[in-house]
């Protein structure tokens, strides 16, 4: 298991009140195992026996289908950068991805100004049980939508 813990991030105040609120885990790299991310809100402690429930912090679950071993030619699993924005050409499947998980029930819940997010990595596989290499990406970023 791999855990993440972000430096806290500041909750978006709106003169009315939200009606919905997502982390974005941006540039989500998918070339290695697959894996299973539990995410935790104010529970910079949370492990392997924490319960996914509220009263832990628990916000959701997001999964990542990974590609670990590349079976083609020299350069196949390599992720080309696009040479043109008219590009047609679909997307390379290893291209890193976007996920978003909303988060809005967890987040009201928070009564500070800002929230750490504890994301727990568990590889699928049984023989890699205490990878810690496996949740990869560029920016976390918490949207509140009013």
């Known amino acids: 298991m791999q855990r993440f813990v972000s430096e ?22 998918r070339f290695g195992a697959s894996y299973v991310g539990l995410v935790f809100l104010d529970n910079p402690e949370a492990g392997p026996d924490t319960p996914p429930d509220p009263d832990h912090g628990y916000a959701g679950r997001f999964t990542v289908f990974g590609h670990e071993v590349c079976f083609g030619d020299v350069d196949h699993c390599h992720v080309a950068e696009r040479v043109s924005l008219f590009d047609r050409n679909p997307e390379h499947p290893l291209t890193p991805i976007n996920i978003t998980l909303q988060i809005t029930d967890a987040l009201r819940r928070v009564e500070t100004d800002q929230v750490a997010v504890t994301v ?27």
């Not at 806290?8 to 989500?28: C, G, K, Q, S, V």
Request: charged share 30%; proline share 6%.
């Open 120 to 146: 727990l990595a568990f590889s699928t596989s049984p023989a890699d049980t205490e990878r810690q290499d496996i949740l990869r990406f560029g920016r976390l970023t918490l949207v509140t939508y009013d």
């Open 8 to 29: 806290p991030l500041t909750i978006p105040r709106h003169e009315t009140a939200y009606y919905r609120a997502d982390l974005e885990f941006e540039e989500l790299e």
